[in-house]
């Protein structure tokens, strides 16, 4: 058991170590993990890390089905919202913001690749946009985490320009470490969960846990007993994500294998060729897993999860819906696109209700996290993203509440800017800044 790590910035945290593995453990409350003593000289336990992690969905939702009114336990849901019914109380819907920037330039990737950022985008063959909110945290917070960010995908990117003359980059990167480049993003839930454990060499196949099974009995001797049920619930859910890994990544390994001697390699095959889970239940699942783990331990406090690219051609058989995502949402207002909605909105209650099951002292994982959930279009039939369909969970420490259905529509453009939103999570996250993107003011009433 090793409370330290080698980079200053991160002390004071609790691993378990095993040969080409480290476990970081969550917040223990008879254990000093976020920096100081729980309970120490004041009798005040250290404050818990906030988070931010963004998801996102291309091409619009049903607009008929989106929508909500009341407030907390009573807020009342659209259709396509409802798997979000357990947890009204700490969310907020969040209506008539919009990005300035992605609209009057034509579709799909003009109206994506600032959805963090609020970058003008450049058209042609350089890349030119803005730094997206989600790594403006990271370069914050990199001093004091393992990993600076995760940035998950749940489909490849593609390349080539769209008739607009905009790269296709900028419809499959949500996250941008600069203005000419994209944050690499990491499609294979193996290899994220490789990352999230510094999991590597000859014994990747091992479980992380069965390498660190000493030290982890050793600390549940030392830790209170409340401590000890905390450990065994948190190895648990780490064994049950493991075993799900493990699985997929035995499909990337033979997809690699197959990509032998090929002109071609995995990443650019087809689905499931590429290695990639078929089932996309199972791999957005797997990459919510992993940046709950990730939140859990404070391994990383800024995640961010494209769900599905813009212009994404991801089919849901499971829903009895025939067409393909971008197809569908030119009949946006039918069933199977609500069906659509609502199977991505409960990606986010997945995420958020594995976070409010977090316990960390008087609060959750969740309560210390802003959970966004975006998309770059309104209507997919109309291409219209003159507002965005917004919604967030969890109260950021204490500094968002929630419960609320906040309705900007008929408000002015300067006053329903979605860099507003951006930048009042910055400063609530304690990156004070008096600008970003096209805003200079947080959002008011937020």
């Not at 089932?279 to 769900?307: N, P, Y």
Request: one cysteine or more; a neutral charge.
């Amino acid at each position: 058991m090793n409370p330290n790590t080698s980079r200053a910035g991160v002390s004071r945290r609790l691993f378990l170590r095993g040969v080409g593995v480290t476990v970081a453990l969550p917040w223990l409350e008879s254990v000093p993990v976020w920096g100081a003593d729980p309970a120490a000289k004041t009798g005040t336990p250290a404050e818990s890390p906030k988070r931010f992690a963004a998801l996102f969905m291309g091409c619009g939702v049903n607009p008929d089905h989106w929508w909500a009114k009341g407030s907390g336990a009573d807020m009342e849901l659209g259709k396509s919202l409802e798997p979000l019914a357990k947890l009204t109380a700490k969310l907020n819907v969040v209506n008539g913001l919009f990005n300035k920037s992605a609209t009057g330039v034509g579709i799909h990737p003009g109206q994506t690749g600032n959805i963090l950022s609020g970058a003008s985008l450049q058209k042609g063959a350089e890349l030119r946009g803005g730094v997206s909110v989600d790594q403006v945290l990271a370069d914050h917070f990199k001093e004091q985490t393992e990993q600076p960010s995760l940035v998950l995908g749940c489909e490849q990117p593609t390349t080539g320009y769209h008739e607009t003359n905009f790269s296709m980059a900028y419809s499959s990167h949500i996250s941008w470490q600069n203005a000419t480049s994209p944050v690499p993003m990491e499609a294979y839930p193996s290899l994220a969960f490789d990352a999230l454990f510094d999991n590597r060499g000859s014994r990747r196949n091992q479980s992380v846990l069965d390498r660190v099974r000493d030290e982890a009995a050793a600390l549940s001797g030392k830790v209170s007993a409340a401590d000890r049920v905390r450990l065994d619930e948190y190895l648990t859910s780490v064994r049950e994500v493991e075993k799900r890994a493990q699985a997929a990544r035995s499909h990337k390994d033979k997809a690699d294998d197959r990509a032998k001697g090929k002109s071609t390699p995995a990443v650019a095959m087809k689905r499931p060729d590429d290695g990639l889970p078929e089932d996309i239940r199972e791999h957005m699942r797997l990459m919510c897993d992993v940046i709950a783990i990730g939140f859990q331990t404070d391994k990383t406090r800024v995640a961010s999860l494209l769900l599905c690219r813009d212009i994404s051609g991801l089919f849901y058989p499971f829903l009895g819906v025939r067409d393909a995502h971008h197809g569908a949402s030119h009949n946006d207002k039918s069933e199977a696109y609500h069906k659509i909605t609502r199977f991505y909105v409960s990606q986010l209650a997945y995420l958020a209700e594995k976070l409010d099951a977090m316990t960390e002292g008087d609060r959750t994982v969740l309560d210390n996290s802003c959970v966004l959930f975006v998309n770059s279009l309104w209507s997919g039939s109309a291409h219209d993203s003159s507002k965005v369909p917004l919604l967030l969970a969890g109260g950021l420490g204490g500094t968002l509440q929630t419960g609320r259905v906040l309705d900007y529509t008929g408000r002015k453009d300067a006053d329903r800017k979605l860099c507003s939103l951006y930048l009042s999570v910055l400063n609530n996250m304690g990156v004070k800044q008096d600008k970003f993107g096209d805003a200079d003011a947080p959002l008011a009433g937020l």
